[in-house]
C-alpha cells in the first residue's frame, strides 16, 4: 500500500523547496511523485505545429522522492509520518503516526 498517493497534501521535508506545501499530481514510479509548484524548473521547449505548442520557455514542475515529502496532518497542522492499520474487516488503512487518526476520513 503507497503511503502517498495522488491527491494527498504533502509538506517538503528537505531540498530548495523545504517547508513548502502542495498537492501531488502524479506517481512518476515507485519512488518519486510530482508535487503542485515543488520543485519548479525553466525548460526550454520547442515548437510542435503538429500538437499545437509553442515554442520558448515554461516552467515545469519536475518529480521529487518520496522520502523529502511528508503528509500534512490537518489536525496538528504540522508533517506527519503515516502507517497502515488493519481494521477487524481486514481492510487496510492510513493513519497519521502522531495521533492515529485516518488520513481518508
Known amino acids: 500500500m503507497q503511503r502517498i498517493r495522488k ?3 504533502v509538506v517538503v ?9 502542495g498537492t501531488v499530481l502524479r506517481r512518476v514510479d515507485a519512488q518519486h511523485v510530482v ?3 515543488v520543485n519548479r524548473v525553466k525548460k526550454h521547449q520547442r515548437p510542435n505545429p503538429m500538437k499545437g505548442e509553442q515554442g520558448g520557455i515554461v516552467d515545469k514542475d519536475m518529480p521529487i522522492h518520496v522520502s523529502n515529502v511528508a503528509l500534512f496532518n490537518p489536525a496538528t497542522k504540522k508533517a506527519d509520518r503515516s502507517g497502515i492499520k488493519l ?10 503516526k502522531d495521533n492515529g487518526e485516518q488520513v481518508d476520513a
Do not use: N, P, S
Not at 521535508?13 to 506545501?21: E, F, S, V
Open 13 to 21: 521535508l528537505a531540498g530548495r523547496d523545504k517547508g513548502k506545501r
Open 35 to 37: 508535487v503542485e509548484g
Open 87 to 96: 481494521l477487524e474487516g481486514g481492510k487496510k488503512v492510513r493513519v497519521f
Open 7 to 9: 491527491g494527498d497534501e
